[in-house]
């Protein structure tokens, strides 16, 4: 797999959403009947491609809402995400090779930030009840992000005082802070 830091190039971009089969059964989402991948954050690669595929900047926001509805931390998880998860239960593993579905992940979400056309949730009705989450790692954030969606008041405890957790420990050249912030800063909204 190909690790996507520099963007991938317009023709790259098309030619990989193109090559997806929009698969009824979603294995990359769901995984295979023999165990194989899916991925763990629920996020359906085939339909965050096909919204992708009109190259519209409405298209990238619809295809980054798809992606950061279901994983708040959609941009770090396109960089580091390991590949055996969806690609491994892509249809094309078999044909000629999988989609670089974390690249398109990665690719979909810079282009939205780049367009500013980035999802806004709108902020859930306060549902009476608060809730804290200890720890701002990635998976704290994402479960304050999740959890203040549907109205909890959630106090994020970090003891370190700043968010990021084990991925500040992911060397800059793998994921550029600059990433990180991005989306830590989303989850936080």
């Not at 979400?109 to 009705?125: G, H």
């Amino acid at each position: 797999m190909e690790i996507c830091l520099q963007g991938l190039s317009e023709a790259k971009f098309q030619r990989e959403l193109k090559r997806c089969e929009y698969c009824e059964e979603k294995p990359c989402r769901e995984g295979t009947v023999e165990g194989k991948g899916g991925c763990p954050a629920g996020v359906s690669p085939t339909d965050f491609i096909m919204a992708a595929r009109g190259g519209k900047p409405s298209d990238i926001a619809r295809a980054a809402a798809l992606i950061m509805s279901a994983n708040p931390l959609g941009g770090v998880c396109g960089l580091v995400c390991p590949d055996w998860h969806c690609m491994a239960s892509c249809v094309h593993e078999n044909l000629d090779r999988p989609i670089e579905i974390p690249c398109l992940q990665a690719e979909i979400v810079s282009r939205a930030r780049q367009l500013k056309v980035m999802p806004k949730f709108r902020p859930a009705s306060p549902n009476g009840k608060k809730v804290a989450v200890v720890g701002a790692g990635p998976a704290g954030l994402a479960a304050a992000a999740m959890l203040g969606r549907r109205g909890y008041r959630v106090d994020l405890l970090e003891r370190s005082g700043a968010p990021g957790g084990a991925a500040l420990t992911i060397p800059e050249y793998r994921l550029p802070r600059e990433v990180l912030k991005a989306d830590i800063d989303f989850c936080l909204s």
